[in-house]
């Protein structure tokens, strides 16, 4: 319901409505367009606009050019306060983590790679392309890299599983740490159909450096991920 004589915004009271109308919704579900929202309630298209982008900004719906407004999937949740793989990220929050080999050789580092990862030029390295799934849903396109003299006998079935796991129960190194930088960015045509987003959705890059105790770098990772599925939340404590 909608009172457009109180001092509460109309269009803070749409989102309010909306969002009880979501709630008996299931993620991908359409809801109403501006022009019905906007004859229903009798307020102007503008002001259903500002509460259904202010919706979208918090995550609860999407838009998808040229089909319409829908129920977004929940985001997933990772905090910056620890090194954990994504395997085990998802387990913690009682998702079904699942990656799917995209790619898997052994190569030559290049200049670019062996200046990440601080080994010579010409030293081999694995490249490994994977699609992270949490629940069967596309969450991320990673490529990792790593030095082929550190994580030795490196096999498609060991990615399948968790690597860092492999890392420090089967090749007994202790992980130390890692610096991880995140930027946002629109998805690119040959991400698209991988990560089953449209050509210009938000994405999250990130590159990640991660080290052993004694201070080598273990591995390089790109990564992508789908902006309207993963945040990222920080704990700052004074």
Do not use: W
Request: charged letters at 25%; proline letters at 4%.
């Amino acid at each position: 319901m909608i009172i457009k004589d109180s001092h509460i915004p109309i269009y803070f009271q749409l989102e309010m409505e909306i969002k009880e109308i979501v709630k008996g919704l299931n993620p991908g579900d359409p809801i109403s367009s501006e022009r019905e929202f906007s004859e229903k309630y009798d307020i102007s298209r503008m002001t259903v606009r500002q509460a259904i982008n202010n919706l979208v900004n918090e995550g609860i719906l999407v838009r998808k050019r040229g089909k319409g407004t829908f129920v977004a999937e929940q985001k997933v949740e990772q905090p910056l306060s620890g090194l954990t793989s994504f395997s085990e990220d998802m387990r913690s929050r009682g998702l079904k983590p699942l990656t799917k080999i995209l790619s898997f050789q052994q190569i030559s580092s290049d200049k670019n790679i062996a200046a990440k990862l601080k080994i010579a030029e010409g030293v081999p390295v694995y490249e490994v392309s994977r699609l992270r799934l949490a629940d069967e849903s596309p969450m991320a396109l990673e490529i990792s890299y790593l030095p082929a003299n550190i994580i030795t006998d490196l096999t498609e079935d060991t990615v399948y599983a968790s690597l860092y796991e492999y890392i420090e129960n089967e090749l007994n190194l202790q992980i130390s740490h890692a610096t991880q930088t995140l930027e946002s960015s629109l998805a690119q045509k040959s991400e698209c159909s991988i990560l089953q987003i449209e050509e210009g959705d938000p994405v999250l890059l990130i590159e990640r450096f991660s080290y052993l105790q004694n201070g080598e770098a273990f591995e390089y990772v790109k990564s992508i991920y789908r902006g309207d599925r993963y945040k990222f939340v920080i704990d700052m404590k004074r």
